[in-house]
């Protein structure tokens, strides 16, 4: 397994729009088991194959406490949505930035799962959230998208400076 490398915005790769995965074979596989260490160390609760440059769509959640239920979705699709919650998000894209909007309170959604095997299931609170927000970013869209053309210059702004400053170590 390996550590890779999340895309910092305002990159534009971020604006990628992932391609479906035709077969899940060990190379996707791999990826998946990488991606789930990737957001692991970095203490998220999911990860976009968008977000380490990898073409796919694929996509890592875990939503547990105690970290120990990985999910697996290979080209997830959103069939169905419900009702509507304020959402307090963050991103490991857009580091030190959290702000409310609107998701879908609940949805069912299909997929592949990590033996390629597709499914269908139903999720509410915050894997509903997460899994819009992952969806999300495999069309290249990100959650300040929802926000205000005001405060999405700001901090457009802010980001594209600490963009061009050395990174901290
Ligand atoms: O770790 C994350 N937390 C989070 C909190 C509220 C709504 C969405 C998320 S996803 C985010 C990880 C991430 O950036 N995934 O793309
Ligand atoms: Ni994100």
Redesign the pocket.
Known sequence: MAILDILHYPDERLRNVARPVARVDADIQRTLDDMLET?YD???????AT?VDYPGRVVVIDVSEERNQPRFLVNPEIIHRDGMVE????????PGY?DTIERAESIRYRALDRDGKAFEDEADG?LA??IQ??ID?LDGKL?IDYLSPLKRQRLHKKYLKLSKQPAAS
């Open positions: 957001m970095a203490q998220g609760i999911g990860l976009s977000q959402s307090q998000e963050g991103c490991l894209s857009i959290c915050l959230i997460c927000h992952e970013h959650f």
